[in-house]
């Protein structure tokens, strides 16, 4: 029988405030993507938000990704 937890997947986020940082964005998803084929983590889900303040009590992505956390989907986030 498989174990539960390997059949869960990794969130990996990233997040900007303005379309402005657009270039911040790719080295975020970059070095989350680096960070995971060094551990060999290949079951990853990414999460990213572009154009959204970290003062906004709501976010797309991230609103998505916490659901998916609060109903035991991911075994780890990473951001």
Do not use: H, W
């Amino acid at each position: 029988m498989e174990n539960q937890e390997s059949e869960k997947k990794v969130a990996i986020y990233a997040r900007v405030s303005t379309g402005n940082q657009g270039s911040g964005l790719e080295a975020q998803i970059r070095a989350l993507r680096g960070y995971c084929n060094q551990r060999g983590i290949q079951n990853f889900l990414l999460y990213q938000d572009e154009n959204q303040s970290g003062v906004k009590a709501s976010r797309p992505a991230l609103d998505e990704m916490m659901k998916a956390a609060r109903n035991k989907e991911l075994s780890k986030v990473i951001v």
